[in-house]
């Protein structure tokens, strides 16, 4: 059962901090406290605890007593990063959602006002990504970086989508839109919240001008073996087909992924991920919630194919791509 610490905190702010927590203590009260130590902006801090050990928990606890605009939920369990930022998200009302990964701080004390001046300044935007630096090179982080061919850290552009380590959301949208559909877990959440909200006419910027710094070392390795790849096929299957691929192109879309999968050793994760997007496709299809975003106009799918060209590319042009290795892949494909 989830229990709760609040803390006396300003109801009348501008931006609530969302801040996922799961043991890692050091990292996450370094967020916090780069939180904390925003200027210039009325904030309110929301950490969501997803089942720390209780000793890291009890240390967590005992700083947040020092942080008087935090406020902390404890579940008990790990209800994955889409479930959780919408429990997150819902412990507040301010206009604007920022998002800051447990291991990564903002780049300087102004960060957090500029973010909420971007979206002041421009009420077209329903969300931003933030620059996403390497907090121990001080180099943009390649690893986190999910934008087209082309584009550069250092210019800022409209875009499909943020980067979950470091954004902020105009709550409006974000609760018109239903949030984050929680059957996600991880890998994709942020994507499919993206591309309904684009559905309502608003648009996403990368804005290079807020930055974070994300501790995620030069030796950095994802173990695509160890679930990853899973999530990725599920999740990318079962969203294409919220959005309405056909059941064709859904099998040939599954083909393709198992041919990576196959390249990369992990072919028996591709085969599972697809056959689990098969029943989360049925249970999406049964349920009751609002599903009209789902529905992309033509002016949104202009829109996206106009960020991404090689969406335009070719059924088989896009299976070509799947030969490739996984980036960042061990060597024994664990």
Not at 115 to 141: K, W
Not at 297 to 315: G, L, M, V
Request: aromatic share 10%; with cysteine.
């Amino acid at each position: 059962m989830a229990e709760s610490m609040q803390t006396t905190a300003n109801e009348d702010v501008d931006v609530d901090v969302i801040v996922l927590s799961w043991n890692r203590v050091d990292d996450t009260i370094a967020a916090i406290q780069s939180a904390h130590d925003q200027a210039g902006i009325s904030k309110r801090i929301l950490i969501v605890d997803q089942g720390s050990d209780q000793e890291n928990l009890a240390q967590l606890e005992s700083f947040l007593r020092a942080v008087p605009e935090a406020r902390l939920q404890k579940l008990g369990r790990n209800s994955g990063v889409a479930g959780g930022r919408n429990i997150a998200s819902a412990m507040g009302r301010a206009r604007y959602i920022v998002a800051l990964d447990s291991d990564a701080v903002f780049a300087d004390s102004q960060a957090l006002a500029r973010a909420v001046q971007q979206l002041d300044d421009h009420p077209n935007l329903c969300a931003i990504g933030f620059r996403i630096e390497n907090f121990f090179t001080g180099q943009n982080d390649d690893t986190s970086w999910d934008y087209p061919a082309g584009r550069t850290p250092d210019q800022g552009f409209l875009t499909t989508r943020f980067i979950g380590a470091g954004h902020a959301i105009r709550r409006s949208v974000f609760e018109a839109v239903g949030a984050y559909d929680e059957r996600l877990f991880f890998c994709g959440e942020e994507l499919d919240l993206c591309y309904r909200m684009l559905n309502t006419g608003k648009r996403i910027a990368y804005a290079p001008e807020v930055a974070i710094r994300h501790k995620v070392s030069p030796e950095h390795r994802v173990f695509w073996g160890k679930g990853r790849f899973f999530y990725t096929v599920r999740n990318n299957l079962y969203t294409a087909r919220k959005f309405g691929a056909s059941l064709p192109r859904q099998a040939l879309s599954a083909a393709a992924f198992f041919v990576k999968g196959w390249r990369n050793g992990i072919a028996r994760e591709a085969l599972r991920a697809s056959l689990a997007s098969i029943r989360m496709c049925r249970v999406f299809a049964r349920s009751h919630e609002d599903k009209r975003y789902y529905q992309l106009s033509q002016e949104t799918w202009d829109y996206i194919h106009s960020c991404e060209p090689t969406r335009s590319d070719s059924f088989v042009r896009k299976v070509a791509r799947q030969f490739s290795m996984l980036p960042h892949q061990s060597s024994n494909g664990s």
